[in-house]
């Protein structure tokens, strides 16, 4: 069966340090993989998705950015975090062109505080 | 660019009543998928239920069900006999075929009152 994990549950980070976060999956292979941000009481935002490896698609301009070193990671970084980054961060996989269904299984998610 | 809403930010129903979440769409394609995800107050997000824009049968599972209206752009989400354990925010999302982004609804929170 398949897995997807992150890290760090939950993160409290001085406004202008660095942000990584990460998100791996198990148990599948070629995922497609995603990032969302959902503040408080509001529904989800996309941030980036990944079709494969080194393949970024950004959703929304800001400062954070993504990568994709291997296959089932996932990774969220910012250079300098702002206070408006706040929020809970969720990751999610999809099984991309062989999917049948488009459906997205998501990550237990990272609840970011920046001061 | 499609749409979702959700056009209740909260509901309450007493335990085991039934109650009926509203999401209406809009998108210019024609084969499309719809879900209703579950967000409880552990905020893992649990997807509940899926349709098929082409399917013409509305989806159930076990206790929910959708009312799907295509023509209307409508995809309601019925839950029956509901639990405590149904008390969770509730995303409405969309995905046209052949693109896996989902576009989500701003969510209805559902608190079911024992």
């Known amino acids: 069966s398949q897995t997807i994990h992150q890290w760090p549950a939950t993160l409290v980070q001085p406004v202008g340090s660095p942000l990584s976060l990460e998100c791996t999956v198990e148990?599948?292979?070629?995922?497609?993989l995603y990032w969302y941000r959902q503040a408080a009481g509001r529904g989800l935002q996309l941030l980036f998705y990944?079709?494969?490896?080194?393949?970024i698609s950004s959703e929304v301009p800001q400062n954070l950015s993504a990568s994709r070193p291997q296959d089932r990671q996932f990774i969220l970084s910012s250079k300098k975090l702002l206070l408006s980054d706040s929020g809970f961060y969720l990751c999610a996989w999809s099984r991309g062109k062989v999917s049948s269904y488009n459906e997205q299984f998501f990550g237990p998610g990272t609840r970011l505080t920046v001061l | 660019a499609q749409t979702v809403t959700q056009s209740q930010p909260e509901m309450s129903v007493q335990e085991a009543e039934t109650v009926t979440l509203s999401c209406t769409y809009d998108t210019s394609e024609n084969n499309y998928y719809l879900f209703w995800y579950k967000q409880p107050p552990s905020r893992q997000m649990i997807l509940v239920i899926r349709q098929e824009a082409y399917k013409q049968q509305n989806a159930t599972e076990n206790r929910f069900s959708v009312n799907f209206q295509k023509a209307a752009k409508s995809f309601s989400l019925k839950i029956s006999d509901s639990q405590l354990g149904d008390t969770a925010m509730y995303f409405c999302?969309?995905?046209?075929?052949?693109?896996?982004?989902?576009?989500f609804g701003t969510g209805t929170r559902l608190t079911i009152i024992p």
């Open positions: 990944s079709v494969g490896i080194g393949q």
């Open positions: 999302a969309l995905s046209n075929f052949g693109n896996e982004k989902l576009t």
């Open positions: 148990g599948t292979s070629n995922p497609n």
